[in-house]
């Protein structure tokens, strides 16, 4: 495939950063490589790694003659860099953006730039809980999704290129409208992991009753949670700050919904949680079927089509 752009900056060299440029580079998408971080260890290792070919200390210098800007930073951090790079973005740019929210960055972002840049924010639905520049991996973006959330006056012709860069990357791309992303992803990702930092958050409050147990006897539920839990700290600030409405929507309905299973509990109403738990693990079934978990097993697939002994 011939190269979709001619010269890509990435400002932030972190974990979806340093991945993608290697998803780039696998599949030969674009011919230059360049890049911006604030520190100078950052810098250094991401060249070290071969992500990109030339460094810049500054953002605005970074992005000079790069028909493809990826803004690859904490989502409260968004409006300054783009602020900073706007006077030095090439006429007919594509800028776009990896932030795990997306109203609050178009917001963010928007306002700064030139008519003549194409802005279309993007978001990989693809991560770990590792941070910064050795993090990143090819293979990260491959069979996962991608959420394009552009205005209806951005180029047709910069979408599909940007659809056909992360499709190279790997990833299926959809797209959609902003708050229609934001409400999604809160349910999908923002709530999921504010009750991981609860859930571990409590263990370790409780951590003088049960000594070191918690971590000793850690069962795969938990170990999930810790996981998660270990996710960067700044990046998780600013995306609950950022998708704010959202998020205490998605949380007063969780809560709603864990208080009737509470109540269920003491009540030792036993019908409720059996008939709960029935209508989740049928949603479980229904992503496992249509092939949307590849991390789940083989066997996963293979005992649900054959049922389970306690069905
Ligand atoms: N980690 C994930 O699972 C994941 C998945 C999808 C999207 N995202 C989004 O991608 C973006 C980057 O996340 P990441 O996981 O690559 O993070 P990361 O911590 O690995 O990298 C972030 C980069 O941004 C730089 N940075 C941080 N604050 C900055 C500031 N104020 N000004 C300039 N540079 C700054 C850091 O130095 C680093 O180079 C975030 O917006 C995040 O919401 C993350
Ligand atoms: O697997 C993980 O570590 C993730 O949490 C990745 C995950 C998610 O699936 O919620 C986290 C935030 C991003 O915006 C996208 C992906």
Redesign the pocket.
């Known amino acids: 495939m011939p190269a979709l752009y001619s010269r890509v900056a990435f ?8 991945s993608m440029a290697l998803a780039m580079r696998r599949a030969g998408l674009v011919e230059s490589y360049t890049g911006h ?3 100078a260890e ?1 810098r250094a290792t991401a060249l070290d790694l071969g992500l990109i070919d030339t460094v810049h200390d500054s ?1 605005a210098a970074a992005v000079q003659g790069a028909d493809l800007v990826v803004l ?7 409006a ?2 783009a602020q900073e790079i706007a006077p030095h973005l090439a006429h007919g740019a594509t800028l776009t ?5 997306k109203g609050a960055v178009i917001d963010a972002v928007s306002p700064h730039l030139p008519g003549s840049v194409q802005f279309i924010p993007g ?11 050795a ?1 990143g991996f090819a293979e990260l973006f491959d069979n996962r999704w991608c959420i394009l959330t552009p205005f209806e006056d951005v180029s047709a012709d910069a979408v599909a290129r940007l659809r056909a860069l992360w499709e190279g990357m790997g990833a299926n791309v959809d797209l959609m409208d902003a708050p229609h992303h934001d409400l999604v992803l809160a349910v999908t990702s923002h709530a999921p992991h504010l009750i991981a930092y609860t859930m571990v958050g409590v263990a370790d409050d409780l951590r003088r009753v049960t000594d070191s147990e918690v971590i000793k006897y850690s069962a795969a539920g938990f170990r999930d949670f810790t996981r998660i839990a270990a ?2 700290p ?2 998780w600030r ?2 609950f700050l950022n998708n704010k409405a959202a998020t205490l929507e998605i949380l007063g309905r969780f809560t709603e919904e864990l208080f009737a299973l509470q109540r269920a509990i003491r009540r030792e109403d036993g019908d409720h949680l059996h008939a709960y738990f029935t209508r989740t693990r049928a949603i479980r079934r229904g992503i496992v079927e249509a092939g949307q978990d590849t991390d789940a097993p083989d066997f996963g697939r293979a005992a649900l089509r054959k049922g389970t002994p306690r069905d």
């Open positions: 400002i932030g060299l972190g974990l979806i950063a340093s971080a604030r520190s950052t953002a690859a930073v904490p989502v409260g951090a968004m300054a860099i953006d990896v932030g795990s929210v978001h990989p639905l693809a991560g770990t809980e590792h941070s910064g520049p993090a996710s960067d700044t990046m600013d995306v």
